[in-house]
Every structure is written in C-alpha cells, then in structure tokens.
C-alpha cells in the first residue's frame, strides 16, 4: 500500500513568489496535517484538515493557506515568499481523531532566495 | 505554554547496548504521546505511541514508558542496531474538547548514533 505523498520533492523560489505544496493521504484516511520543520527542530504544526474542513491552525501568518479536496488530498498554499520559509514541509495523515496515528510524508523541500 | 522537550540533544551508543531517550512535556491535558524517528532527508516515520491510560507499551525491541506524575516519556530500544542511527522526536497530542485535533508538539528532538 501507498502511504503518504508530496509533491514537489525539491522547491526552489525567490523572496515575494508564492508556492504550492500538495499531498496525497493514505488511502482511508481523512485527515491531514501540514508542518513545517526547520532544519535543526522538531517540526511545527501549521493544519489540520478533516473532511473538508479546517480543524485546526498554528501560530503561522495568513500568508499560509491550505484546502482539502473531495478525496481527501490537500494543498498548502504560501503566498509572499520569505527567506525564513526556507524549511522541510510535513504532510501526515491519520484516519480521523486526534488519537489515530498521523503517518508522515518524505517532505517537500523548500528553498526560498 | 505547551512545550515537550528533551534532556539530551545526542546519544552515542555501541552495537548491541540498549538505548534509553528521554522526553519531558508540559501540557497536562496531553492524552496522547507518540515517539518518531527521522532519518537525514527522509519525513517521520513512527514508532509506537502510549495513551494516558497507560504506563508503559511495549513493540518490537521497543518500549515506551509514560510517567504522568512526573510528566516524563521514555523511548528503549533494546540490542541497538546501526540502522537505529537516526533522530528521534517525541510528541503530544493534547486534547481539545471532544472534537478530532490532530495538533502534534514536537520535542527538539535526540540525534541518536549507534557505533559498529
């Protein structure tokens, strides 16, 4: 079975471009999560989205945005590029509550110049 | 605020000896603790996780013990294993009411190295 996905694996912008980030779930799964892991740290949490909805937000501006699709994949939007999101971005999913496992995509690497 | 925090950033080891990392949280509303290993380039991949109602989980050459009084997590690995070389997170998952919120607060992190 397919677990989680990401694409793009690599990103490279330049300061004020806007990037999009997307992730497939495991199959069954309903929720997804974005974080955003700088190198060094542990990651931090920026979403939570089940079914369809936003169940949940970090300490992260507006320039970050993210939507959930009818089959249960997502998009992290970044708008207004800055050289510190320069950082490993997370999508986990997990079947639905906060106690399932959230089981963790490869990352999309994003550098931003 | 909620923090989970480690007490070693690194743990060198030999082949063979257990391992023991250590993890302190916070958030006493955490009904949810999960340990991850992440290797270099690669995204979390998960280990075991312990609920609050119970003290201690065991998995395959893994054990987790959960210490509420003292708001202590522990990762054992037994007979430690070059490929265990990686860094490892602990995280919380408090709960928010009775609704899904799958908000995980990571630890710093203990880079782990397991010598031939």
């Known amino acids: 079975d397919a677990g989680v996905t990401q694409s793009p694996t690599h990103l490279i912008k330049t300061r004020g471009q806007h990037v999009t980030l997307r992730c497939s779930p495991i199959?069954?799964?309903?929720?997804v999560s974005w974080y955003q892991q700088v190198l060094g740290q542990g990651p931090q949490f920026i979403f939570q989205?089940?079914?369809?909805?936003?169940?949940g937000r970090g300490n992260f501006p507006d320039r970050f945005s993210a939507r959930q699709f009818p089959n249960y994949s997502s998009e992290l939007n970044v708008n207004a590029l800055l050289l510190g999101d320069s950082a490993l971005y997370l999508c986990?999913?997990?079947?639905?509550?906060?106690?399932?496992?959230?089981?963790f995509g490869p990352g999309t690497r994003l550098t931003v110049l | 605020g909620e923090s989970v925090g480690l007490h070693l950033p690194t743990l060198s080891v030999q082949e063979g000896d257990n391992s023991i990392i250590n993890c302190a949280y916070s958030?006493?509303?955490?009904?949810?603790f999960i340990w991850y290993k992440q290797e270099s380039g690669k995204g979390p991949q998960f280990i075991i996780d312990?609920?609050?109602?119970?003290d201690k989980r065991q998995g395959q050459r893994v054990t987790v013990l959960l210490n509420k009084t003292v708001k202590h997590l522990s990762l054992q690995i037994a007979a430690t294993q070059p490929g265990d070389s990686a860094v490892y997170f602990c995280?919380?998952?408090?709960?928010?009411?009775?609704?899904?919120?799958?908000?995980?607060?990571f630890g710093q992190g203990t880079i782990l190295t397991v010598h031939p």
């Open positions: 986990a999913s997990s079947l639905a509550t906060h106690t399932d496992t959230q089981y």
């Open positions: 958030n006493s509303a955490s009904d949810y």
């Open positions: 989205y089940y079914e369809k909805e936003e169940r």
């Open positions: 995280a919380e998952n408090p709960r928010s009411g009775g609704t899904s919120y799958g908000k995980l607060t």
């Open positions: 312990i609920r609050s109602n119970m």
């Open positions: 199959s069954g799964h309903k929720s």
